[in-house]
Structures are given as C-alpha cells and as structure tokens.
C-alpha cells in the first residue's frame, strides 16, 4: 500500500514561511535539490492544497525552459509537469499539467488513493498537512530544518488536535546545514 508523505521546509522555530509569507530563508542548494529529485521522481502523486499548487504553477512548467537555472531545478521541472497531481480546493474551477481538482479531504477517498498501484504520495501545503494530520492520513513525515529563526510566521503545525506518536526512521544533515528529520506513523 502506498504511503503519504508529507515533505516540508521549516525553521528552526518551526515556520514554514515568513510573516509575509516568504519562503526566501530556504536553503535548497544543488545538494539538497538533487536529493528532492530522487525521492519525488519515485512518488505516484502530489497532493497539494490550492495555493501550493498556485505557487508551483506558476514557475515550473516552464523553469526547465531557462537557460540559467542549475540542472536539478530543470530536473524537478520535468518531474512536476509529468507527475500526476491531485489539488485540494474548494475554489479552484480547473488546472493543467495533468492535475484532478478535489474539494475535501475525505478518508474513505485517500484510502482507496493510497490502495492504487505505484508510488507514494507526496503532500505539500501547511493546510491541507492539518486536514490530513486531523484524520490521521499522513504516514511519513519528511521535516527538513533550515538553519534560520524566523521569529513569526505561519507554523507548519499551529495546533493538533490529537498526541500523534511517531518513530525516527532518520536524519541527515546536509553540506548547507539542513537537517531532514523523517519520521514514521507509529500505528503499533
């Protein structure tokens, strides 16, 4: 069965983004990119809220097209616009780049998702993390810490509702001070 994994950027003071909602702290060098690549290339989906998806389209369906970006952003480029995406939303009428707008997070819905063939499943977005973390959906949790204190911000977990024990099934520190923290479910 396939797992979700949620991958997410946080600092030190677990933000996810700036007050302003910047993202500019994220230390993603070609180290961690191409280490973002070998993962996600193996997953079956993104799973996105509407304004992570947002921000992903609107750079790169194109970014493997500029000249200037490094090879593992022109990597990751092709990766997105290839891998399925299913976009939460109960707003957005349509998208592109082989992408199924959904309206709610429904259990039932992500567990016949996560029964299908292939790859596991990629969640991004701080929002649709806690719809997901309320219903007891994500399975792996993919925490990469960058060495910065942003002070305020929009946390990656403001509240749980809910203790949700977990195992440490690794860390890894990179050459630009990023630590990846992944942790499993811990459903025993």
């Known amino acids: 069965m396939r797992k979700i994994v949620l991958m997410m950027s946080v600092s030190l003071d677990g933000f996810m983004e700036g007050p302003n909602r910047e993202i500019d702290w994220h230390l993603v ?34 970014a493997d097209e500029d000249a200037s970006n490094p090879e593992p952003v022109k990597e990751f480029a092709r990766i997105w616009r290839e891998m399925p995406k299913i976009v939460y939303s109960r707003t957005l009428e349509q998208a592109g780049w082989n992408t199924t707008v959904v309206r709610e997070v429904v259990p039932a819905e992500v567990a016949a998702l996560k029964a299908q063939p292939g790859g596991d499943l990629a969640l991004g977005g701080a929002d649709l993390a806690a719809a997901f973390a309320a219903h007891d959906l994500i399975d792996e949790y993919r925490i990469y810490v960058h ?19 977990l195992h440490l099934a690794e860390s890894r520190t990179f050459g630009n001070g990023v630590v990846l923290l992944r942790y499993e479910r811990d459903r025993g």
Do not use: C
């Not at 961690?32 to 750079?59: C, I, K, P, Q, S």
């Not at 060495?147 to 809910?162: N, Q, T």
């Open 147 to 165: 060495p910065v204190l942003l002070g305020s911000g929009k946390r990656l977990f403001p509240e749980a509702a809910d203790r949700t024990a």
């Open 29 to 62: 060098d070609d180290e961690l990119h191409n280490y973002f690549n070998a993962h996600l290339r193996t997953m079956g989906a993104f799973l996105d809220g509407r304004v992570t998806y947002e921000l992903m389209a609107e750079f790169w369906p194109t």
